[in-house]
């Protein structure tokens, strides 16, 4: 058995090669007149519960490196290649065709059988049918969408590049999708990871609202006192939501869980240890999201290099450390975790783009604005110094202690002063009666340059009409009453009007850019090919429709999977075309992929043509015909006039003899 299982794992690769590289059907017809179509289907059948006969049981065929199911797939290839010439076979290849002899082979076949088109050096495309490699089962979900979603561009409107450099960091996600495998708790933990990120969300949630309704946390019963009817109700509210985890979908029941929990533990052990026991609980939760994370990405297998510069994996471990700080040292340190919501929306990452993208210019503009308001308060300082008065609430009750330039101030032993041993009262000794007109009252602001500096930047950029909102209100008698007028102009006009709606018109206008660009985005994935880039438009009223080219044709995960194949298969076992891609890409050369090609489009433009041709034929021999007939017509012609021709001769020789015979004729 074994024998036979070589020789046809031989003559399968001889038949395969035989059929490499040739577009024409001769050979095919050949092995199709000596192989029926049911004898290929049959053999490879035969092959796979053979296969399955090893798997289950111990056999000793498998100690010469020849698998009976590689053998099968083999034959399966190269009915496929055949099938393009045969119909019958076609036919018989599609799983559930035969219901009376079980597809599951032709299922297991072609679920695990992938094809491309590649370019060959002269420019000429070829299809490759190749085995998935077993390894490329372990690429998770995840990965596919990240992958897909995030490719951009280059400068050709081309994802292959960036797609191309990325392959490396999936084949070796794949290894350790494979090896965490054999890990069932670290695999399941990692195959729930968007459970635990939805859980830590949620958590983070309910602490800060906690937070926000009992701070500060004592002992005067900020919870209340539940009647025995809804303390029965809560907990019949604890076991139906509880009991929706298992019944929904995860994300549907976990936020109705973790209220009627938390509202159970607050009327029950309290608002501190409730809160104590949700923050435990988050820090835990991050915990395995974090191992999670690092099961299914792999991240320590890629060098510590690659560690420092994950920037996810560095925001998931500073996500930890603020856990950690707001169950140790204090609770508003909770508040940070909302900013996961940034990271868990696009829209908002976007708004933040919007400032970040454009940054150097905002900067740029800002620096103007303060080179404008340094100037500004210059001449305010030089000329307008009485003019910058403000009225100001001094804080009551309040102890003034006379410092520099007579601003009142307070020292910490006076304040201190006040507090005993056990609490601190509220209430600080009163000034004495001379400083209440410290109170309330005008103050001056610009009796140094520093002080007019801070406040036409304070005063100045916050109100709408500018600094001269806050200036005191001159008299038109005043001599530098015009001066006035156009100093409060000038700032409105130069810092508000223009300055700050720069500012405001970069970050809207980047915000719009992020917007159209992700609508581009997502309408270039809906009706671009990731490979080729051939539009939706092209396959229109063609044989082959845009949904089976990318499924089928130029599918982006078969050329992973490819890559995937060279780098695992033997290289004295390669095909011309494996032998051809492994070489371009030591070089690093992408020419081997379609770029605005497909087989599909040149074929059915070549059926068009051959048609055209064909048609030019057929009315050039009507018309060969016809100038034929008309030719034997015109030769009939002219043989029907020269004969009349003749016989006009002929009768005009006859009709000029006859007189002269009648007159030599003898007298009777």
């Known amino acids: 058995m074994d024998l036979v299982l070589q020789l046809k794992n031989n003559a399968s690769k001889l038949l395969l090669a035989i059929m490499e590289s040739r577009h024409d059907s001769e050979n095919a017809e050949r092995i199709l007149f000596n192989m029926r179509p049911r004898e290929l289907v049959d053999v490879m059948k035969n092959a796979y519960n053979q296969g399955l006969e090893c798997d289950h049981g111990d056999d000793e065929g498998g100690d010469d490196g020849v698998s009976p199911k590689d053998v099968g797939h083999n034959i399966y290839i190269l009915a496929h290649q055949l099938a393009r010439h045969n119909k019958l076979l076609q036919q018989m290849l599609k799983p559930g065709s035969d219901p009376d002899d079980g597809d599951e082979a032709l299922k297991y076949y072609a679920n695990h059988t992938a094809q491309i088109e590649i370019v060959r050096h002269d420019r000429t495309m070829e299809q490759i049918v190749f085995p998935v490699p077993n390894i490329c089962e372990y690429l998770t979900r995840e990965s596919k969408c990240r992958v897909f979603n995030t490719t951009e561009r280059d400068e050709q409107g081309s994802k292959v590049n960036d797609f191309f450099q990325q392959t490396e960091d999936l084949y070796n996600e ?67 939501c509880t009991s929706m985890l298992f019944f929904f979908s995860k994300p549907v029941g976990i936020r109705p869980f973790l209220v009627s929990v938390m509202l159970r533990s607050i009327y029950t052990i309290g608002l501190g240890p409730t809160l104590i026991l949700l923050g435990a609980a988050n820090l835990c939760n991050k915990i395995v999201f974090l191992v999670s994370f690092v099961g299914n990405r792999g991240t320590f297998t890629r060098g510590y290099r690659a560690v420092i510069l994950d920037m996810a994996f560095l925001y998931h471990v500073a996500y930890v450390l603020v856990c950690m700080l707001g169950l140790f040292v204090h609770e508003f340190f909770y508040s940070f975790l909302l900013f996961d919501l940034v990271y868990r929306e696009e829209t908002l990452l976007n708004v933040i783009k919007s400032v970040t993208r454009n940054g150097r210019s905002i900067i740029l503009t800002a620096v103007l604005a303060l080179i404008l308001v340094y100037l500004f308060s210059i001449i305010g300082f030089l000329f307008l110094k009485d003019d910058f008065t403000m009225e100001v609430d001094r804080l009551k009750n309040r102890t003034p202690i006379t410092g520099s330039n007579d601003v009142p101030t307070m020292t910490l032993a006076t304040m201190m002063g006040t507090c005993d041993k056990e609490n601190c009262s509220p209430t600080i000794p009163a000034s004495n009666a001379d400083d209440e007109e410290y109170e309330d009252g005008i103050e001056r602001t610009c009796d140094t340059l520093l002080m007019c500096i801070v406040t036409v930047l304070n005063q100045g950029l916050r109100n709408g009409g500018g600094v001269g909102d806050v200036l005191r209100r001159p008299s038109k008698d005043e001599p530098l009453f015009a001066a006035r007028v156009v100093y409060d102009l000038l700032f409105y006009f130069i810092v508000i009007i223009i300055v700050l709606n720069l500012i405001f018109g970069v970050i809207i206008d980047t915000f719009a850019d992020l917007r159209s660009e992700k609508q581009k985005k997502e309408e270039i994935l809906k009706t671009t090919c990731f490979i080729c880039g051939l539009e939706r438009d092209k396959f229109d009223n063609k044989t082959v429709s845009f949904e089976e080219h990318i499924k089928s044709e130029h599918n982006m995960w078969h050329y992973l999977y490819f890559l995937v194949l060279v780098k695992v298969k033997d290289p004295t076992e390669y095909t011309g075309p494996e032998s051809y891609v492994a070489q371009m890409i030591v070089e690093k050369n992408l020419d081997w992929f379609p770029r605005m090609r497909a087989m599909s489009l040149v074929s059915n433009e070549g059926d068009s043509e051959q048609n055209e041709i064909r048609n030019l034929q057929e009315k050039l021999e009507s018309t060969m015909s016809l100038v034929k007939q008309l030719s034997g017509q015109l030769a009939e012609l002219k043989e029907q006039m020269t004969e009349q021709r003749k016989n006009k001769q002929r009768l005009g020789f006859l009709g000029s003899n006859t007189p002269h015979v009648n007159h030599h004729m003898p007298p009777h």
Do not use: C, T
């Open 174 to 240: 794949m290894k350790w999708q494979k090896k965490i495998r054999s890990n069932p708790a670290l695999f399941w933990f990692s195959r729930h990871i968007s459970l635990w990120g939805s859980i830590s969300f949620n958590l983070a949630v309910f602490i800060n609202l906690a937070v926000a309704l009992f701070y500060p946390f004592g002992d005067d019963g900020d919870e209340g006192i539940l009647s025995p009817l809804f303390s029965v109700l809560l907990w019949i509210a604890v076991a139906v």
